[in-house]
């Protein structure tokens, strides 16, 4: 798991380097955070993509094990 900072509400998707949806967690209004699963996922490159209100930022992370 990884904890990712942000303030609700808003939702953050995760989706592989191919463009393929795995994740996609809400998080409630008046949140600092929330936890991202990444059981079962291979170690690897990621893209991160967070939409809150009329804004969607998006990142490349990576996951290693």
């Keep these: 798991s990884a904890w990712i900072s942000i303030n ?7 989706f ?3 463009g393929k949806l795995l994740k996609t ?3 409630p209004l008046h949140s600092t955070g929330t ?3 990444a059981t079962g996922l291979p170690s690897g490159i990621y893209i ?3 939409l ?4 969607i930022q998006t990142n490349r992370i990576t996951l290693t094990h």
Excluded: C, H, R, Y
Excluded at 8 to 14: C, N
């Design 16 to 18: 592989d380097i191919n």
């Design 25 to 27: 967690v809400d998080v």
């Design 48 to 50: 991160l993509k967070t």
């Design 8 to 14: 609700g509400p808003a939702t953050i998707s995760l």
């Design 35 to 37: 936890k991202l699963n």
């Design 52 to 55: 809150t209100g009329n804004s």
